[in-house]
C-alpha cells in the first residue's frame, strides 16, 4: 500500500484578516485562478484596477497558537511568482510582502529573490488585523520590524499565502495507519514498515520536484519489498 493523500490547503477564516467577510482578502490559490482566467488586468471585486496589493505569508505555517509548526515551503516562491506575474501585466502596481522570512527552495532561487527585492517592498512583519474601510480599500495593522512601533498601510487588494496541512481523514486513531501519524498530522512511516508506504505531500509540505523524488523514493522501497517477499 502507497499512500499518496496530498495535503489539505488551510482555511484562513479563523484568522483576523476578514476572509470570506471582505471580498477583496482571497488566498494565493484564488489569486492563481483569477490569473489564469484572463490575461487583463488583476482587479478588485468592484470591477476597479489593483493599485496596490498585499500578500501575507505564512498563513497556517509556522503558528504555535495553531500547533502548525512547519513551514510550507512553497509558499514564498509562489507569491513572489504571482507578484512577478502581476507586475509584469499592470506595471503601476505596488507590491509589498510581508514575512517572517523568506525560505529558499528550488533551483536558481536566490538570483530569483534578489530581483524581487528590488521590485517589490518587503515588511518583515506579520500583520495583527485587517479592517475594511468605507471606501471599500483595506486597512493592514502592523508592528515595524526595526521601530517595533504599530503602523498602517492601505491596499486594495490582500491575499494570504495559506500553509500546507495533512488531510483531516489522516487524523482519524480508529484506523490503525494513521496511527503511524507524526505529531504534526502527515504520514510518518518506519522504514521497516510491512507493506506501507508514503509519498509526496502525505508526509510533509513539498514542491513538485520533492514529491516526484519522493514518488520515485516510494516506488523503489515497494518494488524492494515485493522482491524480499517473494525470495
Not at 516506488?219 to 525470495?231: D, G, H, M, N, V
Request: hydrophobic fraction near 35%; aromatic fraction near 10%; proline fraction near 4%.
Amino acid at each position: 500500500m502507497i499512500l499518496a493523500t496530498g495535503f489539505v490547503p488551510y482555511d484562513p477564516e479563523i484568522k483576523p484578516y476578514g476572509y470570506r467577510r471582505f471580498e477583496n482578502v482571497i488566498t494565493n490559490l484564488e489569486l492563481e485562478e483569477k490569473l489564469r482566467s484572463t490575461a487583463g488586468p488583476l482587479v478588485t471585486s468592484e470591477g476597479n484596477d489593483v493599485q496596490n496589493i498585499a500578500f501575507i505569508q505564512c498563513v497556517g505555517s509556522r503558528d504555535a497558537k495553531l500547533n502548525h509548526l512547519w513551514c510550507s515551503r512553497v509558499c514564498c516562491g509562489s507569491s513572489l511568482r504571482l507578484a512577478r506575474l502581476i507586475e509584469a501585466r499592470q506595471t503601476e502596481t505596488a507590491v509589498t510582502i510581508f514575512y517572517i522570512d523568506i525560505q529558499n527552495f528550488g533551483k536558481n532561487f536566490n538570483q530569483f529573490y534578489h530581483k524581487a527585492q528590488d521590485q517589490f517592498n518587503f515588511q518583515r512583519s506579520i500583520p495583527a488585523d485587517i479592517f475594511e474601510r468605507d471606501d471599500g480599500r483595506l486597512q493592514v495593522s502592523f508592528a515595524d520590524s526595526q521601530t517595533q512601533e504599530g503602523r498602517e498601510a492601505t491596499f486594495d487588494m490582500v491575499v494570504l499565502a495559506i500553509g500546507l496541512s495533512p488531510p483531516q481523514a489522516l487524523s482519524d486513531q480508529e484506523n490503525p495507519i494513521d496511527r503511524r501519524n507524526s505529531d504534526d498530522g502527515f504520514i510518518q512511516i518506519p522504514e521497516s514498515s510491512t507493506g506501507i508506504f508514503a509519498a509526496g505531500a502525505a508526509t510533509g509540505p513539498k514542491g513538485i520536484a520533492e514529491s516526484v523524488a519522493s514518488a520515485e523514493s516510494a516506488a523503489w522501497s515497494t518494488i524492494r519489498y515485493l522482491q524480499r517477499s517473494q525470495a
